[in-house]
Nanobody, 120 residues
Framework: EVQLVESGGGLVQAGGSLRLSCAASGFTFDAYGIGWFRQAPGKEREGVSCISSSDGSTYYADSVKGRFTISSDNARNTVYLQMNSLKPEDTADYYC?????????????WGQGTRVTVSS
């Protein structure tokens, strides 16, 4: 059974830090790209950051560049999102996603989400 389990969310003051974790199981971890998405109340889900588990290449949305860092521990099948200098606009539910696209199919898995609240 494929599982993505997020943790690490919580309430933090503006300027503070949190580290989110996404523990994966049930699939070949290093064959997937792992990403973090977020959805704020009343807004659409947006991509925040992603990492290739095979070569470590990363991507960041402009809104989090220089503040967030994504990393992968392949031995633990876990991806982390270190979030520094948090702003109230970072408040959202954060979701972990694992995705693999081949010529014939797309596999796409989601976690249940973890809530981040940044107070001003």
């Amino acid at each position: 059974e494929v599982q993505l389990v997020e943790s690490g969310g919580g309430l933090v003051q503006a300027g503070g830090s949190l580290r989110l974790s996404c523990a994966a199981s049930g699939f070949t971890f290093d064959a997937y790209g792992i990403g973090w998405f977020r959805q704020a109340p009343g807004k659409e889900r947006e991509g925040v950051s992603c990492i290739s588990s095979s070569d470590g290449s990363t991507y960041y949305a402009d809104s989090v560049k220089g503040r967030f860092t994504i990393s992968s521990d392949n031995a633990r099948n876990t991806v982390y999102l270190q979030m520094n200098s948090l702003k109230p606009e970072d408040t959202a539910d954060y979701y972990c996603n694992a995705r693999k696209v081949t010529m014939y199919r797309e596999d796409n898995y989601w976690g249940q989400g973890t809530r981040v609240t940044v107070s001003s």
